[in-house]
């Protein structure tokens, strides 16, 4: 078969150009990282939508593309990767070249300025000094401790820097390291290896919890593991769809027995209580598309969000997470579209808490279950104040739902926003 160009649109082969030359793409396993930034840069996309990656050997990219004609293998010259693109019209195509020849060359006159400035710096051994030693303090603790902070800095996201090590490990990721072990042994035997990712395993959750505990941004990340910022994506989605994928069903609905098991205080006031609901929203980045941006928009944050319902037990456990919904849905409008009214949930008895927004008491009566608000004046001036009491008893019950939304905000930061588009 004839070498021809892999590049999307672009329809050059050795036989139309005869004189043109052909690169293969580098070798998946002696350059990796190099190949990932040459497939990241062609953008073709694999049949699965995710990023195209050929298995034969026999692929090529036509000197079209090039600066200079060819490939460099100098990291820092612009043909180390592709550089021309087909979809995009650059005004100097040489500009990346002369940015290099310019930086090249001060690395090359560095070594004469250095020796030129030893000369006209050097003391002469006759002359005296005018202080003394005394008087010129070096702190030479400090000095001694760069070098470490500096060896310490390259492996501080390395979930084996941090074995055995309970605090820290609970500080960065949320989880003790005992529970992280445990986590990643049972999620390890789902992992599908991809050759193009240096990262081992472990450390690829260690990162992924550390940007839902911590929230550091991706190039953040990137810089730090020098790694590609889509990479670095890569991983966080991948890791956090087998988890949702294997661990989501620790968010369920007890069984009947355990709704007997109600704090004293609540069993005084609401002894068929089996739900306390909420809804809570997290901010995005605003979506580029108007109309997705006019659906996630929020009269309560001002800011486009994301919006769930959420549900505990009276005992402080989640039993019930929907999916998200755009910052505009009403409280209503998630309840009857998330699947929380059902028999699957609920028996006849039951008592729901929600707030006054949740106006669903016949929704709810559907099913047998009361669903308990605090009161509204509905025209009248003031509460009678057995309400009034009322009220502030359910209240003082319903704050429950607010603390456990604290608490998970408080462990996984990434909740506090803004997310960006890509996880949206």
Same mark, same amino acid.
Request: charged share 25%; hydrophobic share 35%; proline share 8%.
């Given at each position: 078969m004839p070498?021809?160009?892999?590049?999307?649109?672009?329809?050059?082969?050795?036989?139309?150009?005869?004189?043109?030359?052909?690169?293969?793409?580098?070798?998946?396993?002696?350059?990796?990282?190099?190949?990932?930034?040459?497939?990241?840069?062609?953008?073709?996309?694999? *049949? +699965?939508?995710?990023?195209?990656? *050929?298995?034969?050997?026999?692929?090529?990219?036509?000197?079209?593309?090039?600066?200079?004609?060819?490939?460099?293998?100098?990291?820092?010259?612009? +043909?180390?990767?592709?550089?021309?693109?087909?979809?995009r019209t650059v005004s100097d195509p040489n &500009?990346?070249?002369?940015?290099?020849?310019?930086?090249?060359?001060?690395? &090359?006159?560095? *070594?004469?300025?250095?020796?030129?400035?030893?000369?006209?710096t050097a003391v002469s051994p006759d002359l005296?000094?005018?202080l003394d030693e005394d008087h010129c303090p070096v702190d030479n603790d400090d000095a001694d401790d760069v070098p470490d902070e500096m060896r310490e800095s390259r492996n501080c996201l390395s979930s084996y820097s941090l074995e055995e090590n309970d605090g820290k490990c609970r500080q960065m990721t949320g989880l003790s390291w005992t529970m992280f072990l445990s986590l990643f042994t049972f999620l390890n035997q789902f992992v599908k290896r991809r050759g193009y990712i240096s990262l081992p395993p472990r450390d690829q959750l260690f990162i992924t919890l550390i940007k839902l505990c911590q929230n550091p941004s991706f190039f953040f990340l990137s810089h730090v593991l020098k790694m590609p910022q889509t990479t670095v994506r890569q991983i966080f989605i991948r890791w956090l769809d087998l988890m949702y994928g294997k661990i989501s069903i620790l968010v369920h609905w007890p069984d009947r027995e355990c709704f007997l098991m109600i704090p004293p205080e609540m069993k005084a006031?609401?002894?068929?209580?089996?739900?306390?609901i909420d809804c809570f929203e997290i901010r995005t980045e605003y979506p580029s598309n108007l109309k997705a941006r006019a659906k996630s928009y929020s009269n309560y944050k001002k800011w486009t969000t994301v919006k769930y319902l959420i549900a505990c037990s009276p005992s402080g456990s989640i039993t019930f997470l929907s999916n998200g919904w755009g910052g505009r849905a009403s409280d209503v409008h998630i309840v009857r579209q998330s699947g929380f009214l059902s028999s699957v949930y609920h028996s006849p008895g039951d008592q729901i808490l929600a707030d006054r927004g949740f106006?669903? &008491?016949? +929704?709810?009566?559907?099913?047998?279950?009361?669903?308990?608000? *605090?009161?509204?004046?509905?025209?009248?001036?003031?509460?009678?104040?057995?309400?009034?009491?009322?009220?502030?008893?359910?209240?003082?019950?319903?704050?429950?739902?607010?603390?456990?939304?604290?608490?998970?905000?408080?462990?996984f930061h990434i909740l506090d926003g803004p997310l960006p588009r890509c996880l949206v």
């Open positions: 070498k021809s160009c892999c590049v999307v649109s672009c329809t050059s082969n050795v036989f139309k150009n005869p004189g043109l030359k052909f690169i293969p793409l580098p070798c998946q396993i002696k350059q990796a990282e190099r190949r990932m930034l040459w497939l990241q840069a062609i953008k073709r996309e694999a *049949p +699965d939508g995710g990023l195209w990656d *050929p298995k034969t050997p026999h692929t090529y990219v036509c000197g079209k593309h090039f600066i200079t004609g060819s490939h460099v293998k100098e990291p820092l010259h612009p +043909d180390f990767v592709r550089t021309v693109f087909p979809h &500009q990346k070249l002369n940015r290099y020849k310019h930086a090249r060359k001060r690395e &090359q006159m560095s *070594p004469l300025l250095k020796r030129k400035v030893a000369k006209m005296p000094t005018i006031q609401f002894p068929r209580l089996t739900a306390i106006t669903l &008491q016949d +929704d709810f009566a559907l099913l047998g279950v009361e669903l308990v608000t *605090p009161s509204f004046t509905k025209g009248r001036k003031q509460l009678p104040g057995r309400e009034v009491e009322m009220s502030r008893r359910k209240s003082n019950i319903r704050i429950h739902i607010e603390r456990v939304i604290g608490v998970l905000k408080g462990r």
